[in-house]
């Protein structure tokens, strides 16, 4: 199913920006070459936009073609998507990352975390097309194992240190840097977003978790549920003598890309990178690092290995600041880092409450319900709960996964 119309949205694309794109790439004095728009996937990457490839095909003097591989990030065409984007300002807010903020953190020498800005056109983002360089996004039904969340710590690690140097380097917080263009986003106490995330999830709660038979407890939980969500919020904020740095904070699989090498014993994942930044805030580092561990792993998994993934994650981040001399004692002690995760958990907690409703389904069955604005609008802005209810009640996997979420926000932070 077609989420938007391809003649209105290879409109965007023109042979102008064909040839702007090109020359940002790095190739001069190759305009008006050949060109071809589809779209990125049948299947629906993300919820508030639309996603195409480019291939611009350069001749030779050899007389072969030279394939140019981009990835389209644009506004989507669905009506309800796209005033959510433009009012939440989330193109500019990605654009400014990109341009601004990315542009004055990232260190040579470090491998990359993140795509390659190409161009900026109107209300579309163009990049390097990853899937190209052999990045791949992991089946969202197959948690990470070790492998691909050690990877993906390291490059939580890279992004992180860059903004402990440029601190460390200029003299100067983030939050004077950068303060105007980090704002809260969807997480806030009055976002209809949040507040439907919040209310869709105490609805399940009430109807199908573990505590429905003990009609004290639920009253309890109904009592603490708002203060514990907005109890969250605070903790996206910078905190008064804590180490703080631009964070992520949309760390769900499809914005996590693996690259991969062959061994003996099949494909092990090499590299790690992450895309869509529309999110960032500053945030003490345990903040993505638990959001990371929340949304990908496995709980039983998560809970076995938590205190080495965040001494693995630790020690690269160290190794790195060393790079730089620049000790991270001085800077973040293990021992707090420790106690910083331990705070920051029910900020994983309530983001993954958020997010995994929304993309724990099948892809066609995504497609079906948030490429059409009326349902979108609905499930997003009026009746969330509604719509977990009726996936819990018709996939027995899908209510295993979100319950497990709810009912650890209760067990750790309800019923304490």
Same mark, same amino acid.
Not at 50 to 66: A, C
Not at 408 to 415: A, G, K, M, Q, T
């Given at each position: 199913?077609?989420?938007?119309d ?6 965007i694309?023109?042979q102008e ?12 004095n190759?305009e ?5 728009v589809?779209?990125?996937?049948d299947k629906?990457l993300?919820?508030?936009a ?15 073609? +030279?394939v ?5 990030k644009?506004v989507?065409?669905?009506? *309800? ?5 433009r ?5 500019d807010?990605e ?10 953190i ?9 795509? +390659? ?8 983002i ?5 899937? #190209?360089?052999g990045?791949?996004? &992991?089946n969202?039904f197959?948690?990470f194992?070790?492998?691909h969340? +050690?990877?993906a710590?390291?490059?939580? #690690? &890279? ?5 402990i140097?440029y ?10 840097e950068?303060a ?6 969807g ?5 209809v ?15 199908? *978790? ?7 407890? @639920?009253? $309890? ?10 109890s969250?919020?605070?903790? *996206? ?13 949309? %760390? ?6 693996f690259?991969?090498k ?13 895309v ?14 638990m959001?990371?561990?929340?949304c990908? %792993? ?14 693995f ?5 160290? %190794? @790195?600041?060393?790079?730089r001399?620049i +000790? ?5 002690? %293990?021992?707090s880092?420790?106690?910083? #995760? ?22 066609d ?8 604005a ?12 509604s719509?977990i @209810?009726?996936?819990i ?8 996964k979100?319950?497990? $979420?709810f009912e650890? $926000? ?6 304490v």
């Open positions: 199913m077609s989420c938007v391809v003649q209105t949205q290879f409109n694309i023109t920006a064909v040839n702007t794109i090109i020359r940002n790439y790095g190739y001069h190759k008006n070459a050949n060109y071809y589809q779209k990125a996937s629906m993300g919820f508030l639309d996603y195409w490839k480019l291939k611009v095909h350069l001749p030779s003097n050899n007389g072969t073609n +030279k140019l591989c981009f990835f389209i644009a989507s065409q669905n009506a *309800s998507k796209a005033d959510m984007v009012e939440m300002k989330l193109f807010k654009i400014n990352f990109y341009t601004i903020i990315k542009k004055k990232e260190l040579e020498g470090v491998k990359p975390w993140s795509p +390659k800005l190409v161009s900026t056109l109107k209300e579309a163009v990049f390097e097309d990853l899937n #190209a360089l990045y791949n996004s &992991r969202k197959k948690t194992d070790e492998a969340a +050690k990877q710590l390291q490059m939580l #690690a &890279r992004f992180h240190a860059s903004s140097i601190e460390q380097k200029n003299k100067k917080t983030l939050k004077e950068f105007v263009y980090l704002d809260k986003g997480y806030h106490d009055s976002n977003w949040f507040l439907q995330c919040m209310q869709g999830a105490l609805a399940a709660v009430k109807k199908f *978790s573990k505590y429905i038979e003990v009609e004290q407890l @639920i009253s $309890i939980i109904e009592r603490r549920w708002k203060y514990i969500w907005n969250a919020l605070d903790l *996206s904020n910078v905190l008064p003598e804590s180490c703080s740095v631009v964070c992520h904070r949309d %760390l769900w699989n499809n914005n996590i890309l690259h991969y062959q061994t003996d014993g099949g494909l092990v994942p090499d590299d790690c990178v992450m869509d930044f529309q999110a960032v805030r500053c945030q003490p580092p345990a903040g993505d690092v959001l990371l561990l929340y990908n %792993l496995d709980p039983k998994f998560r809970e076995h290995n938590e205190d080495n993934f965040l001494r994650y630790y020690k690269q981040l160290e %190794l @790195i600041l060393a790079d001399s +000790k991270i004692d001085i800077i973040l002690s %293990l021992e880092f420790l106690k910083s #995760a331990e705070n920051q958990r029910l900020w994983a907690l309530i983001v993954s409450a958020c997010l995994v409703p929304q993309f724990w389904l099948d892809d069955l995504t497609a079906d319900i948030f490429c059409d009326e349902q979108f609008n609905d499930i997003l802005s009026n009746n969330k709960a719509f @209810i009726k996936m009640e018709s996939n027995t996997n899908y209510r295993e979100v319950m497990q $979420i650890e $926000i209760v067990d750790r932070y309800c019923l």
